[in-house]
């Protein structure tokens, strides 16, 4: 028998344990939503990594430098610096008031619980919202899947492939819920780490050596014109900022915040988890709890943000005192609850 289909068999087989045991772990409806917020520091990180680099990460971000050249690469560094943002700033201070804000369970129902009788409107269009466009992000996903099968295993139809992915991520949500969702995304993490370790390393050795790799980069580049030895070629500053502002996106992305709703260790888990996500996804880098209580910006790039945020002080537009510190709504629209940013930075 194939070992690509004994493979893929024993990765069907295991979501769907890893499904059932979350079943016998859910025993109401806030551990089937939100996982009762008992998610410890790695799933927390791993799960959010792979709910968001999935499919474009491994199929969507090669393509489009395929398509467009090396330049194409700042979607990702865009994405990178958000991530680390998004952790740094929002993680623990979401994780800590959703909770008081009457132990909210999704980001309509908090808005609702935190700005009282005008949080109605906020709460239905927030809603509304999410559903249409993650309709639209769930549908890229199975497509996603769906192509990546199709590819993999011959004979087998889109129509088969499809309904193969999205039954079997049907099958494990609804006997799971939130858990099931956090901990296969765990397994498909690593899984993806180890491919992306994996991959560069299986080409070298394929090709022979460096110099075999650069002459297969330069006839991909001969027979597409794009370039693929440069980050600013075919590019300009415009273009640059627009791509690597995808980072902001993920500021406002439910599927990620949910992981920081969920995450057991609270605010302290938060103000870590930014350096949680680097050293099990991107890199090694150190974070300490008292870098949110730190005085002055550690780095040039904390310096910037730090003159970036700092016009943005609207006191006059929400303040109230939770937990010792104040709390400033910055440009809520994207969530940037802010805490006393300045002893932040």
């Avoid at 344990?17 to 409806?29: D, E, K, P």
């Avoid at 999935?54 to 971000?61: C, D, N, V």
């Avoid at 398509?67 to 800590?96: D, M, P, T």
């Avoid at 730090?306 to 939770?322: N, T, W």
């Amino acid at each position: 028998m194939n070992p690509m289909y004994i493979t893929f068999a024993i990765y069907l087989v295991a979501v769907l344990l890893i499904g059932l045991a979350a079943y016998f772990s859910t025993r109401n409806f806030d551990d089937y939503i939100l996982g009762g917020r008992s998610l410890g520091p790695f799933v927390t990180a791993m799960s959010a990594g792979a709910s968001d680099m999935s499919g474009w990460l491994l199929m969507g971000l090669p393509g489009e430098i395929y398509l467009y050249g090396l330049n194409k690469s700042w979607i990702a560094i865009g994405l990178v610096i958000g991530a680390y943002f998004n952790w740094l700033l929002l993680a623990g201070r979401l994780r800590v008031h959703t909770e008081h804000a009457n132990n909210a369970l999704t980001l309509p129902d908090y808005f609702f619980h935190r700005f009282g009788a005008g949080g109605h409107l906020m709460k239905v269009v927030s809603a509304l919202i999410i559903l249409f466009f993650f309709t639209i992000y769930c549908a890229s996903g199975i497509v996603a899947g769906a192509t990546l099968f199709q590819s993999l295993f011959e004979g087998m139809t889109y129509n088969q492939a499809m309904w193969l992915g999205a039954g079997a991520t049907i099958a494990y949500t609804f006997l799971g819920g939130f858990l099931a969702v956090s901990w296969t995304d765990t397994l498909q993490a690593s899984l993806m780490i180890f491919a992306l370790i994996l991959t560069p390393v299986m080409v070298y050795l394929g090709l022979g050596g460096a110099e075999q790799m650069s002459a297969a980069i330069q006839s991909v580049a001969a027979s597409t014109g794009k370039e693929y030895n440069s980050l600013f070629a075919g590019t300009t500053v415009i273009g640059i900022i627009s791509t690597a502002a995808w980072g902001l996106g993920y500021f406002g992305q439910p599927h990620i915040l949910a992981r920081f709703m969920a995450d057991l260790d609270g605010v302290v888990s938060g103000r870590r988890g930014s350096g949680r996500l680097f050293r099990y996804c991107v890199f090694w880098c150190q974070s300490r709890p008292n870098r949110f209580h730190a005085r002055q910006p550690r780095t040039y790039l904390h310096r910037a943000f730090y003159f970036i945020v700092q016009p943005l002080d609207c006191r006059h537009y929400f303040e109230r005192d939770f937990g010792g510190g104040h709390v400033h709504f910055v440009l809520p629209a994207f969530g940037l609850l802010q805490r006393d940013y300045r002893r932040l930075l």
